[in-house]
Protein backbone atom coordinates (compact mmCIF):
# COMPACT_ATOMS: atom_id res chain seq x y z
CA UNK A 1 0.00 0.00 0.00
CA UNK A 2 1.44 3.34 -0.73
CA UNK A 3 1.42 5.99 1.61
CA UNK A 4 1.61 9.63 0.91
CA UNK A 5 4.80 11.76 1.81
CA UNK A 6 2.44 14.33 3.57
CA UNK A 7 1.26 11.63 6.04
CA UNK A 8 4.21 10.28 6.74
CA UNK A 9 5.45 13.74 7.30
CA UNK A 10 2.68 14.62 9.43
CA UNK A 11 3.27 11.24 11.34
CA UNK A 12 7.02 11.78 11.97
CA UNK A 13 6.02 15.29 13.24
CA UNK A 14 3.37 14.23 16.16
CA UNK A 15 5.70 11.16 17.28
CA UNK A 16 8.01 11.47 19.57
CA UNK A 17 11.20 9.28 19.69
CA UNK A 18 12.17 9.41 22.99
CA UNK A 19 8.22 8.29 23.78
CA UNK A 20 8.81 5.53 21.44
CA UNK A 21 12.18 4.02 22.62
CA UNK A 22 11.27 4.98 26.18
CA UNK A 23 8.95 1.89 26.04
CA UNK A 24 11.70 -0.47 25.83
CA UNK A 25 14.86 1.44 26.73
CA UNK A 26 15.99 3.16 29.65
CA UNK A 27 17.51 6.49 29.00
CA UNK A 28 19.24 9.06 30.61
CA UNK A 29 19.60 12.21 29.47
CA UNK A 30 23.07 13.33 28.03
CA UNK A 31 22.48 17.14 27.54
CA UNK A 32 21.44 19.12 24.47
CA UNK A 33 18.12 17.09 23.60
CA UNK A 34 20.30 14.02 24.03
CA UNK A 35 20.12 10.99 25.60
CA UNK A 36 22.09 7.68 26.14
CA UNK A 37 20.83 4.07 26.59
CA UNK A 38 21.74 0.51 26.43
CA UNK A 39 21.65 -0.74 22.55
CA UNK A 40 18.57 -3.18 21.77
CA UNK A 41 20.25 -3.97 18.37
CA UNK A 42 22.67 -5.44 20.03
CA UNK A 43 24.42 -6.70 23.46
CA UNK A 44 26.38 -4.23 25.61
CA UNK A 45 27.44 -2.83 29.00
CA UNK A 46 28.21 0.21 28.36
CA UNK A 47 25.38 2.25 26.81
CA UNK A 48 26.43 3.70 23.19
CA UNK A 49 23.15 4.33 21.60
CA UNK A 50 21.67 7.70 21.71
CA UNK A 51 18.36 9.23 20.94
CA UNK A 52 18.23 13.10 19.57
CA UNK A 53 14.96 14.63 20.48
CA UNK A 54 15.48 17.70 18.49
CA UNK A 55 16.18 15.60 15.30
CA UNK A 56 14.02 12.99 16.35
CA UNK A 57 16.50 10.13 15.09
CA UNK A 58 18.50 7.42 16.82
CA UNK A 59 22.13 6.27 16.37
CA UNK A 60 24.20 3.51 17.97
CA UNK A 61 27.57 4.02 18.23
CA UNK A 62 28.75 0.26 18.87
CA UNK A 63 26.22 -1.98 15.91
CA UNK A 64 25.56 1.65 13.98
CA UNK A 65 22.16 0.60 13.60
CA UNK A 66 20.66 4.12 13.25
CA UNK A 67 17.58 6.38 11.66
CA UNK A 68 14.04 7.80 12.36
CA UNK A 69 11.27 6.74 14.50
CA UNK A 70 10.17 4.12 11.54
CA UNK A 71 13.21 2.56 11.39
CA UNK A 72 13.31 2.24 15.01
CA UNK A 73 10.19 0.61 14.69
CA UNK A 74 10.76 -1.30 12.22
CA UNK A 75 13.58 -3.20 13.35
CA UNK A 76 12.37 -3.26 17.17
CA UNK A 77 9.42 -4.99 16.12
CA UNK A 78 10.64 -6.66 12.99
CA UNK A 79 7.68 -4.81 10.96
CA UNK A 80 7.65 -3.59 7.12
CA UNK A 81 7.98 0.48 6.92
CA UNK A 82 4.38 0.18 5.89
CA UNK A 83 3.68 -1.54 9.36
CA UNK A 84 5.67 0.90 11.29
CA UNK A 85 3.57 3.44 9.62
CA UNK A 86 0.53 1.74 10.65
CA UNK A 87 1.26 1.29 14.06
CA UNK A 88 2.61 4.83 14.53
CA UNK A 89 -0.23 6.26 12.87
CA UNK A 90 -2.78 4.69 15.04
CA UNK A 91 -0.60 5.50 18.53
CA UNK A 92 -1.02 9.19 17.53
CA UNK A 93 -4.63 8.94 15.83
CA UNK A 94 -4.28 9.46 12.12
CA UNK A 95 -6.09 7.98 9.40
CA UNK A 96 -3.78 6.76 6.73
CA UNK A 97 -5.57 8.00 3.75
CA UNK A 98 -8.60 7.90 2.34
CA UNK A 99 -9.54 4.88 1.06
CA UNK A 100 -11.19 3.96 -1.76
CA UNK A 101 -13.83 1.86 -1.47
CA UNK A 102 -12.23 -1.40 -3.05
CA UNK A 103 -9.33 -0.42 -0.49
CA UNK A 104 -11.96 -0.45 2.66
CA UNK A 105 -13.17 -3.88 1.12
CA UNK A 106 -9.37 -4.99 0.99
CA UNK A 107 -9.13 -3.92 4.32
CA UNK A 108 -12.29 -5.18 5.93
CA UNK A 109 -11.38 -8.49 4.83
CA UNK A 110 -7.92 -8.47 6.08
CA UNK A 111 -9.75 -7.92 9.56
CA UNK A 112 -12.15 -10.34 9.16
CA UNK A 113 -9.60 -12.77 8.49
CA UNK A 114 -7.37 -11.94 11.12
CA UNK A 115 -10.30 -12.30 13.28
CA UNK A 116 -11.42 -15.31 12.20
CA UNK A 117 -8.48 -16.92 12.55
CA UNK A 118 -8.44 -16.01 16.17
CA UNK A 119 -11.80 -17.15 17.07
CA UNK A 120 -10.42 -20.25 16.18
CA UNK A 121 -7.49 -20.35 17.74
CA UNK A 122 -9.68 -19.63 20.86
CA UNK A 123 -12.46 -22.37 19.91
CA UNK A 124 -9.25 -25.07 18.99
CA UNK A 125 -7.41 -23.88 22.86
CA UNK A 126 -11.08 -24.62 24.93
CA UNK A 127 -11.14 -27.94 22.66
CA UNK A 128 -7.60 -28.94 24.48
CA UNK A 129 -8.64 -28.10 28.08
CA UNK A 130 -11.74 -29.47 28.32
CA UNK A 131 -13.69 -33.16 27.36
CA UNK A 132 -12.63 -36.53 26.87
CA UNK A 133 -11.72 -36.60 22.90
CA UNK A 134 -8.94 -34.34 23.51
CA UNK A 135 -7.29 -36.59 26.21
CA UNK A 136 -4.76 -38.16 23.49
CA UNK A 137 -3.74 -34.56 22.90
CA UNK A 138 -3.04 -33.58 25.91
CA UNK A 139 -1.30 -37.02 26.65
CA UNK A 140 1.09 -36.18 23.58
CA UNK A 141 2.01 -32.56 25.26
CA UNK A 142 2.97 -34.70 28.12
CA UNK A 143 4.69 -37.06 26.50
CA UNK A 144 6.92 -34.30 24.60
CA UNK A 145 7.47 -33.05 28.04
CA UNK A 146 5.70 -30.02 27.49
CA UNK A 147 4.21 -27.93 30.39
CA UNK A 148 0.32 -26.36 30.85
CA UNK A 149 1.76 -22.97 31.18
CA UNK A 150 3.73 -23.46 28.06
CA UNK A 151 1.35 -24.85 26.42
CA UNK A 152 -1.07 -21.85 26.97
CA UNK A 153 1.36 -19.32 26.17
CA UNK A 154 1.85 -20.42 23.24
CA UNK A 155 -1.88 -20.80 22.57
CA UNK A 156 -1.48 -24.71 21.43
CA UNK A 157 -5.28 -26.19 21.18
CA UNK A 158 -7.03 -29.28 19.22
CA UNK A 159 -9.19 -29.55 16.33
CA UNK A 160 -11.56 -32.12 16.95
CA UNK A 161 -12.98 -34.89 14.45
CA UNK A 162 -15.49 -33.97 12.13
CA UNK A 163 -15.70 -32.20 9.00
CA UNK A 164 -18.14 -29.72 10.15
CA UNK A 165 -17.63 -29.43 14.12
CA UNK A 166 -15.01 -26.03 13.80
CA UNK A 167 -17.26 -24.70 10.41
CA UNK A 168 -20.53 -25.04 12.65
CA UNK A 169 -18.86 -23.11 15.22
CA UNK A 170 -17.42 -20.35 13.29
CA UNK A 171 -21.07 -19.79 11.41
CA UNK A 172 -22.64 -18.96 14.81
CA UNK A 173 -19.84 -16.68 15.56
CA UNK A 174 -20.98 -14.69 12.37
CA UNK A 175 -18.48 -15.57 9.59
CA UNK A 176 -19.41 -16.50 6.05
CA UNK A 177 -18.15 -20.21 4.76
CA UNK A 178 -15.96 -17.88 1.84
CA UNK A 179 -14.13 -15.94 5.07
CA UNK A 180 -13.42 -19.48 6.75
CA UNK A 181 -12.19 -21.04 3.19
CA UNK A 182 -9.73 -17.43 2.10
CA UNK A 183 -8.35 -17.68 6.10
CA UNK A 184 -7.20 -21.25 4.99
CA UNK A 185 -9.48 -23.08 7.69
CA UNK A 186 -11.62 -24.89 5.48
CA UNK A 187 -11.97 -26.09 1.73
CA UNK A 188 -15.23 -25.97 -0.27
CA UNK A 189 -16.73 -29.51 -0.90
CA UNK A 190 -17.34 -28.32 -4.78
CA UNK A 191 -15.28 -24.86 -5.43
CA UNK A 192 -17.66 -24.96 -8.71
CA UNK A 193 -20.47 -25.09 -6.38
CA UNK A 194 -19.62 -23.38 -3.40
CA UNK A 195 -23.61 -23.86 -2.02
CA UNK A 196 -22.74 -26.79 -1.26
CA UNK A 197 -20.76 -25.51 1.82
CA UNK A 198 -17.23 -26.21 2.80
CA UNK A 199 -15.38 -28.54 5.45
CA UNK A 200 -12.55 -27.70 7.77
CA UNK A 201 -8.84 -28.24 6.70
CA UNK A 202 -8.23 -29.75 10.45
CA UNK A 203 -9.25 -32.40 12.53
CA UNK A 204 -8.36 -34.44 15.04
CA UNK A 205 -5.18 -32.78 14.85
CA UNK A 206 -3.04 -30.86 17.60
CA UNK A 207 -3.05 -27.18 16.93
CA UNK A 208 -0.01 -24.94 16.53
CA UNK A 209 -1.00 -21.54 16.04
CA UNK A 210 1.14 -19.00 14.00
CA UNK A 211 1.52 -15.21 14.16
CA UNK A 212 3.05 -12.69 12.18
CA UNK A 213 5.58 -10.57 14.01
CA UNK A 214 3.16 -7.83 15.45
CA UNK A 215 1.62 -11.12 17.13
CA UNK A 216 -1.95 -11.77 15.10
CA UNK A 217 -2.57 -15.18 14.72
CA UNK A 218 -2.38 -15.72 10.60
CA UNK A 219 -2.30 -19.68 10.27
CA UNK A 220 -1.95 -22.65 11.81
CA UNK A 221 0.30 -25.92 11.46
CA UNK A 222 -1.65 -28.95 12.48
CA UNK A 223 -0.02 -32.43 13.50
CA UNK A 224 -1.58 -35.71 13.15
CA UNK A 225 -2.32 -37.91 16.89
CA UNK A 226 -3.29 -41.02 14.78
CA UNK A 227 -0.26 -41.54 12.75
CA UNK A 228 -2.70 -40.42 9.74
CA UNK A 229 -0.66 -39.16 6.90
CA UNK A 230 1.01 -36.09 6.36
CA UNK A 231 2.52 -35.87 9.65
CA UNK A 232 1.34 -32.03 9.21
CA UNK A 233 -1.16 -30.17 7.49
CA UNK A 234 -0.32 -26.63 7.32
CA UNK A 235 -2.65 -23.49 6.26
CA UNK A 236 -2.31 -22.23 2.98
CA UNK A 237 -1.04 -19.27 1.97
CA UNK A 238 -3.69 -16.46 2.32
CA UNK A 239 -4.08 -12.26 2.04
CA UNK A 240 -2.60 -12.40 5.62
CA UNK A 241 0.02 -15.44 5.30
CA UNK A 242 2.95 -15.80 3.50
CA UNK A 243 4.64 -18.75 4.34
CA UNK A 244 7.81 -17.56 2.54
CA UNK A 245 8.00 -14.82 4.58
CA UNK A 246 6.66 -16.11 8.29
CA UNK A 247 9.22 -17.41 11.13
CA UNK A 248 7.28 -19.23 13.45
CA UNK A 249 7.77 -17.99 17.29
CA UNK A 250 9.51 -14.71 16.00
CA UNK A 251 6.74 -12.74 18.02
CA UNK A 252 7.75 -14.41 20.87
CA UNK A 253 11.58 -14.32 20.53
CA UNK A 254 12.10 -11.19 18.71
CA UNK A 255 13.57 -9.04 22.05
CA UNK A 256 15.58 -11.54 22.91
CA UNK A 257 17.27 -12.24 19.59
CA UNK A 258 17.78 -8.25 19.95
CA UNK A 259 19.31 -8.33 22.90
CA UNK A 260 21.19 -11.60 23.00
CA UNK A 261 22.17 -11.19 19.53
CA UNK A 262 22.02 -14.53 17.93
CA UNK A 263 19.06 -16.51 16.44
CA UNK A 264 18.80 -20.17 16.97
CA UNK A 265 16.76 -21.59 14.22
CA UNK A 266 15.01 -25.27 14.08
CA UNK A 267 13.13 -27.15 11.63
CA UNK A 268 9.47 -27.56 13.47
CA UNK A 269 6.90 -25.64 15.73
CA UNK A 270 7.52 -28.32 18.70
CA UNK A 271 11.29 -27.80 18.33
CA UNK A 272 11.39 -24.07 18.32
CA UNK A 273 8.67 -24.50 21.46
CA UNK A 274 10.83 -27.23 23.57
CA UNK A 275 13.57 -24.36 23.18
CA UNK A 276 11.60 -21.76 24.74
CA UNK A 277 10.67 -23.79 27.43
CA UNK A 278 14.02 -24.40 28.28
CA UNK A 279 14.70 -20.88 28.47
CA UNK A 280 16.39 -20.67 25.28
CA UNK A 281 13.81 -18.18 24.04
CA UNK A 282 15.75 -16.87 20.57
CA UNK A 283 14.68 -20.19 18.95
CA UNK A 284 12.48 -19.93 15.42
CA UNK A 285 11.30 -21.90 12.89
CA UNK A 286 10.64 -21.78 9.14
CA UNK A 287 6.60 -22.83 8.43
CA UNK A 288 6.73 -25.99 6.23
CA UNK A 289 9.21 -24.41 3.88
CA UNK A 290 12.55 -24.12 2.65
CA UNK A 291 14.69 -21.46 4.48
CA UNK A 292 14.26 -18.65 1.40
CA UNK A 293 15.69 -15.01 1.38
CA UNK A 294 12.59 -12.93 2.65
CA UNK A 295 12.97 -14.79 6.17
CA UNK A 296 16.21 -13.87 6.72
CA UNK A 297 15.72 -10.15 5.21
CA UNK A 298 13.08 -10.33 8.29
CA UNK A 299 15.53 -11.65 10.98
CA UNK A 300 18.39 -9.42 9.40
CA UNK A 301 17.99 -6.11 11.48
CA UNK A 302 17.40 -7.88 14.38
CA UNK A 303 20.81 -10.23 14.21
CA UNK A 304 23.69 -11.33 12.32
CA UNK A 305 24.25 -14.37 14.18
CA UNK A 306 22.28 -17.89 13.26
CA UNK A 307 22.63 -20.96 15.03
CA UNK A 308 20.85 -23.90 12.67
CA UNK A 309 19.58 -26.87 15.15
CA UNK A 310 18.44 -28.95 12.01
CA UNK A 311 17.75 -32.55 12.05
CA UNK A 312 20.62 -34.86 12.43
CA UNK A 313 19.17 -36.76 9.44
CA UNK A 314 20.47 -36.38 5.56
CA UNK A 315 17.82 -34.35 4.95
CA UNK A 316 18.25 -31.76 8.27
CA UNK A 317 21.88 -31.50 6.69
CA UNK A 318 20.59 -31.13 3.53
CA UNK A 319 18.51 -28.12 4.76
CA UNK A 320 21.73 -26.77 6.11
CA UNK A 321 23.77 -26.96 2.90
CA UNK A 322 20.86 -25.67 1.14
CA UNK A 323 20.57 -22.63 3.20
CA UNK A 324 24.12 -21.27 3.97
CA UNK A 325 24.26 -19.29 0.44
CA UNK A 326 21.40 -17.57 1.79
CA UNK A 327 22.71 -16.47 4.69
CA UNK A 328 25.94 -15.50 3.38
CA UNK A 329 24.02 -13.25 0.52
CA UNK A 330 22.69 -11.79 3.48
CA UNK A 331 25.84 -11.16 5.44
CA UNK A 332 24.75 -13.45 8.26
CA UNK A 333 27.22 -15.82 10.61
CA UNK A 334 25.49 -19.13 10.10
CA UNK A 335 26.72 -21.44 12.60
CA UNK A 336 25.52 -25.33 13.17
CA UNK A 337 24.67 -26.46 16.70
CA UNK A 338 25.95 -30.10 17.07
CA UNK A 339 23.20 -32.74 18.16
CA UNK A 340 25.27 -35.70 19.21
CA UNK A 341 23.09 -38.55 19.25
CA UNK A 342 19.75 -36.68 19.29
CA UNK A 343 18.12 -36.34 16.55
CA UNK A 344 16.44 -33.06 17.37
CA UNK A 345 17.12 -30.18 19.67
CA UNK A 346 13.87 -31.03 21.61
CA UNK A 347 15.39 -34.71 21.73
CA UNK A 348 18.67 -33.53 22.62
CA UNK A 349 17.35 -31.54 25.83
CA UNK A 350 15.54 -34.05 27.06
CA UNK A 351 18.46 -36.55 26.50
CA UNK A 352 21.72 -33.80 28.20
CA UNK A 353 19.72 -31.11 29.50
CA UNK A 354 19.42 -27.55 28.61
CA UNK A 355 23.02 -27.10 30.11
CA UNK A 356 24.89 -29.34 27.23
CA UNK A 357 22.43 -27.30 25.13
CA UNK A 358 24.37 -24.22 25.91
CA UNK A 359 27.70 -25.50 25.75
CA UNK A 360 26.79 -26.95 22.00
CA UNK A 361 25.59 -23.55 20.90
CA UNK A 362 29.02 -22.48 22.46
CA UNK A 363 30.96 -25.32 20.64
CA UNK A 364 29.02 -24.30 17.62
CA UNK A 365 31.27 -24.59 14.26
CA UNK A 366 30.62 -22.76 11.05
CA UNK A 367 28.46 -24.31 8.58
CA UNK A 368 31.71 -24.33 6.09
CA UNK A 369 33.25 -26.89 8.17
CA UNK A 370 29.77 -28.98 7.65
CA UNK A 371 29.92 -28.18 3.70
CA UNK A 372 34.07 -28.93 3.47
CA UNK A 373 32.99 -32.11 5.05
CA UNK A 374 30.09 -33.24 2.50
CA UNK A 375 32.63 -32.35 -0.62
CA UNK A 376 34.96 -34.67 1.29
CA UNK A 377 33.24 -37.41 1.42
CA UNK A 378 32.39 -36.76 -1.77
CA UNK A 379 35.32 -36.19 -3.73
CA UNK A 380 37.97 -37.37 -1.15
CA UNK A 381 41.43 -35.92 -0.25
CA UNK A 382 42.90 -37.03 -3.53
CA UNK A 383 44.56 -33.86 -5.51
CA UNK A 384 41.90 -34.36 -7.81
CA UNK A 385 39.35 -34.46 -4.81
CA UNK A 386 40.72 -31.55 -3.52
CA UNK A 387 40.48 -29.01 -7.06
CA UNK A 388 37.58 -30.15 -7.28
CA UNK A 389 36.46 -29.43 -3.67
CA UNK A 390 38.10 -26.02 -4.00
CA UNK A 391 36.08 -25.61 -7.40
CA UNK A 392 32.79 -25.73 -5.69
CA UNK A 393 34.05 -23.47 -2.87
CA UNK A 394 34.91 -20.69 -4.70
CA UNK A 395 30.86 -19.59 -5.67
CA UNK A 396 30.01 -19.12 -2.09
CA UNK A 397 33.74 -17.51 -1.38
CA UNK A 398 32.21 -15.15 -4.28
CA UNK A 399 29.12 -14.32 -2.51
CA UNK A 400 31.70 -13.39 0.99
CA UNK A 401 32.56 -9.81 2.14
CA UNK A 402 36.56 -9.77 1.79
CA UNK A 403 37.32 -10.36 5.68
CA UNK A 404 34.95 -13.20 6.01
CA UNK A 405 36.06 -14.24 2.77
CA UNK A 406 40.29 -14.25 3.64
CA UNK A 407 38.89 -16.50 7.37
CA UNK A 408 37.06 -18.79 5.25
CA UNK A 409 39.97 -19.70 2.97
CA UNK A 410 42.05 -20.31 5.75
CA UNK A 411 39.71 -22.81 7.25
CA UNK A 412 39.49 -24.50 3.58
CA UNK A 413 43.38 -24.84 3.49
CA UNK A 414 43.70 -26.03 6.99
CA UNK A 415 40.64 -29.20 5.96
CA UNK A 416 42.25 -29.67 3.05
CA UNK A 417 45.71 -29.13 3.91
CA UNK A 418 46.69 -26.59 1.04
CA UNK A 419 48.25 -23.35 1.42
CA UNK A 420 46.25 -20.57 1.58
CA UNK A 421 47.61 -18.70 -1.25
CA UNK A 422 47.01 -21.64 -3.54
CA UNK A 423 43.06 -21.38 -2.50
CA UNK A 424 43.65 -17.45 -3.05
CA UNK A 425 45.53 -17.54 -6.38
CA UNK A 426 43.18 -20.03 -7.66
CA UNK A 427 39.89 -17.34 -6.38
CA UNK A 428 41.73 -14.60 -8.02
CA UNK A 429 42.11 -16.34 -11.21
CA UNK A 430 38.26 -16.96 -11.85
CA UNK A 431 37.29 -13.73 -10.90
CA UNK A 432 39.21 -12.51 -13.60
CA UNK A 433 37.70 -14.97 -15.20
CA UNK A 434 34.14 -13.93 -14.62
CA UNK A 435 34.70 -10.40 -14.73
CA UNK A 436 37.56 -8.03 -15.88
CA UNK A 437 37.98 -5.57 -13.27
CA UNK A 438 35.64 -4.89 -9.96
CA UNK A 439 33.78 -2.07 -9.78
CA UNK A 440 35.62 0.22 -7.61
CA UNK A 441 33.96 1.25 -4.30
CA UNK A 442 33.57 5.12 -4.52
CA UNK A 443 33.03 5.60 -0.39
CA UNK A 444 36.38 5.51 1.32
CA UNK A 445 35.60 3.24 5.26
CA UNK A 446 36.76 6.96 6.76
CA UNK A 447 36.87 10.65 5.56
CA UNK A 448 39.33 13.45 7.46
CA UNK A 449 38.37 15.16 9.72
CA UNK A 450 38.45 18.66 8.28
CA UNK A 451 35.37 16.77 5.64
CA UNK A 452 33.53 15.29 8.51
CA UNK A 453 33.44 18.82 10.53
CA UNK A 454 32.20 20.60 7.10
CA UNK A 455 29.40 17.79 6.58
CA UNK A 456 28.96 18.76 10.46
CA UNK A 457 28.52 22.47 9.27
CA UNK A 458 26.33 21.18 6.51
CA UNK A 459 24.12 19.70 8.66
CA UNK A 460 24.08 21.98 11.83
CA UNK A 461 25.28 25.31 10.32
CA UNK A 462 24.00 25.38 6.47
CA UNK A 463 22.07 28.94 6.33
CA UNK A 464 25.36 30.41 8.10
CA UNK A 465 27.92 29.40 4.98
CA UNK A 466 25.62 28.03 2.14
CA UNK A 467 26.33 31.43 0.48
CA UNK A 468 30.15 30.86 0.70
CA UNK A 469 29.89 27.30 0.03
CA UNK A 470 27.89 27.87 -3.36
CA UNK A 471 31.44 29.68 -4.25
CA UNK A 472 33.82 26.81 -3.94
CA UNK A 473 34.75 24.86 -6.56
CA UNK A 474 33.39 20.82 -6.03
CA UNK A 475 37.36 19.80 -6.15
CA UNK A 476 38.43 22.38 -3.59
CA UNK A 477 36.15 19.93 -0.86
CA UNK A 478 36.67 16.44 -2.01
CA UNK A 479 37.01 14.14 -5.51
CA UNK A 480 34.72 12.06 -4.17
CA UNK A 481 31.38 11.53 -6.44
CA UNK A 482 29.49 10.25 -3.66
CA UNK A 483 30.66 13.50 -0.64
CA UNK A 484 30.07 15.66 -3.74
CA UNK A 485 26.41 14.61 -4.24
CA UNK A 486 26.08 14.57 -0.50
CA UNK A 487 27.08 18.39 -0.55
CA UNK A 488 25.23 19.50 -3.37
CA UNK A 489 21.83 18.02 -2.23
CA UNK A 490 22.44 20.12 1.27
CA UNK A 491 23.25 23.48 -1.05
CA UNK A 492 19.69 22.29 -2.63
CA UNK A 493 17.80 22.80 0.58
CA UNK A 494 17.14 18.83 0.42
CA UNK A 495 16.88 17.63 4.46
CA UNK A 496 19.16 15.54 5.97
CA UNK A 497 16.85 13.29 6.88
CA UNK A 498 16.07 12.53 3.61
CA UNK A 499 19.88 12.16 2.30
CA UNK A 500 20.11 9.93 5.34
CA UNK A 501 16.88 8.17 4.46
CA UNK A 502 18.35 8.22 0.43
CA UNK A 503 21.58 6.19 1.29
CA UNK A 504 22.02 2.17 1.42
CA UNK A 505 21.60 1.13 5.26
CA UNK A 506 25.46 -0.14 4.86
CA UNK A 507 26.71 2.66 3.14
CA UNK A 508 29.54 4.04 5.26
CA UNK A 509 28.47 8.02 4.39
CA UNK A 510 25.33 7.16 5.75
CA UNK A 511 26.77 5.72 9.04
CA UNK A 512 28.77 9.11 9.48
CA UNK A 513 25.75 11.72 8.97
CA UNK A 514 23.75 10.03 11.46
CA UNK A 515 27.17 10.44 13.58
CA UNK A 516 27.40 13.78 13.27
CA UNK A 517 23.41 14.27 13.34
CA UNK A 518 23.57 12.85 16.56
CA UNK A 519 26.14 15.81 17.97
CA UNK A 520 25.13 19.17 18.02
CA UNK A 521 27.62 21.13 20.09
CA UNK A 522 31.07 21.17 17.76
CA UNK A 523 30.80 24.66 16.26
CA UNK A 524 28.41 27.89 17.52
CA UNK A 525 26.92 29.98 15.07
CA UNK A 526 29.42 32.57 15.42
CA UNK A 527 32.15 30.33 14.66
CA UNK A 528 30.35 28.53 11.69
CA UNK A 529 30.97 30.69 8.58
CA UNK A 530 35.21 31.60 9.57
CA UNK A 531 35.31 27.40 10.42
CA UNK A 532 34.35 26.47 7.06
CA UNK A 533 36.68 28.80 5.36
CA UNK A 534 39.19 27.49 7.65
CA UNK A 535 38.18 23.92 6.94
CA UNK A 536 38.60 24.43 2.80
CA UNK A 537 42.07 26.27 2.70
CA UNK A 538 43.41 23.75 4.96
CA UNK A 539 41.86 21.10 2.79
CA UNK A 540 43.16 22.71 -0.04
CA UNK A 541 46.49 23.16 1.68
CA UNK A 542 46.43 19.08 2.38
CA UNK A 543 46.23 18.59 -1.19
CA UNK A 544 49.17 20.57 -2.09
CA UNK A 545 51.55 19.50 0.74
CA UNK A 546 50.53 15.65 -0.66
CA UNK A 547 51.42 16.40 -4.34
CA UNK A 548 54.74 18.31 -2.94
CA UNK A 549 55.51 15.04 -0.83
CA UNK A 550 54.95 12.81 -3.89
CA UNK A 551 56.92 15.02 -6.31
CA UNK A 552 59.86 15.00 -3.61
CA UNK A 553 59.62 10.92 -3.59
CA UNK A 554 60.29 10.63 -7.07
CA UNK A 555 63.25 13.24 -7.22
CA UNK A 556 64.74 11.25 -4.50
CA UNK A 557 64.42 7.97 -5.92
CA UNK A 558 65.67 9.48 -9.50
CA UNK A 559 68.94 8.81 -11.06
CA UNK A 560 69.98 11.78 -12.57
CA UNK A 561 72.45 11.11 -15.22
CA UNK A 562 69.54 8.88 -16.73
CA UNK A 563 67.70 12.19 -17.85
CA UNK A 564 68.86 15.80 -16.36
CA UNK A 565 66.00 17.73 -17.85
CA UNK A 566 63.08 15.59 -15.84
CA UNK A 567 65.27 15.99 -12.95
CA UNK A 568 65.33 19.77 -13.60
CA UNK A 569 61.81 19.71 -14.38
CA UNK A 570 60.66 17.94 -11.11
CA UNK A 571 63.01 20.82 -8.99
CA UNK A 572 61.02 23.47 -10.74
CA UNK A 573 57.45 21.80 -10.02
CA UNK A 574 59.17 21.73 -6.21
CA UNK A 575 59.67 25.38 -5.66
CA UNK A 576 56.29 26.36 -7.40
CA UNK A 577 54.40 23.83 -4.84
CA UNK A 578 56.62 25.17 -2.11
CA UNK A 579 55.46 29.02 -2.96
CA UNK A 580 51.92 27.53 -3.22
CA UNK A 581 52.04 25.83 0.16
CA UNK A 582 53.18 29.33 1.56
CA UNK A 583 50.57 31.44 -0.34
CA UNK A 584 48.08 28.30 1.40
CA UNK A 585 49.47 28.96 4.65
CA UNK A 586 49.17 32.81 4.41
CA UNK A 587 46.00 32.36 3.55
CA UNK A 588 45.04 30.69 6.45
CA UNK A 589 46.89 32.61 9.03
CA UNK A 590 44.93 36.12 7.60
CA UNK A 591 41.78 34.88 8.00
CA UNK A 592 40.55 35.18 11.31
CA UNK A 593 41.06 31.64 12.97
CA UNK A 594 37.37 31.08 14.48
CA UNK A 595 37.66 29.64 18.05
CA UNK A 596 38.26 25.94 18.83
CA UNK A 597 35.49 23.66 18.08
CA UNK A 598 33.72 22.33 21.28
CA UNK A 599 35.10 18.59 20.13
Partial sequence: MAISRDIIEDIRSRVNIYDVVSQSVRLKSAGGGRFKGLCPFHKESTPSFTININQNMFYCFGCTMGGDVFKFVMHQRG???????????????????????????????????????????EHFISNLWVGADSAVAREYLIERGFSEDTARHFQIGYAKDGFDTLIRYLRKEGFADSILVDAGLAKYKDPERTSK??????????????????????????????????????????????????????????????????????????????LHQAGFRQAIATCGTALTPEHLQVLR???????????????????????YPLMIEAKIAAERVD???????????????KEAFEEAIDQAKPILDLKIQMLQDKY?????????????????????????????????????????SSISDYFSRTQRESFAVERPTTVQKTISVLLRDLLWLCIHQMDAIQSYLQQVKPEEISTNPDILFIVAQFLMGKDVHDIVRSLEESSILRRILMELLMEEQLYTEQQALPSAKQIILRMGLKKIEDEFRQKQKLVSEMDINQDVHQYLSLLQELQTLRKDIDDQRGQISSHSDPSEPNK
Fill in 301 to 323: PMTTRVYTVFDSDKAGQKAIEKS
Fill in 380 to 420: GLSPMGKNQIIEELVPLLKKMKSIARQGSISIIASKLGVSE
Fill in 197 to 274: GCYSLFRNRLIVPIRDPRGHIIAFGARTLTGDQPKYINSPETDIYKKSKTLYGLSFARSSIQSSQRAILVEGYFDAIA
Fill in 79 to 121: LSFVEAVEDLAESCGITIQKMTEQDKKKLSKRQLLYKACQTAA
Fill in 339 to 353: LREAKDPDEFIQRYG
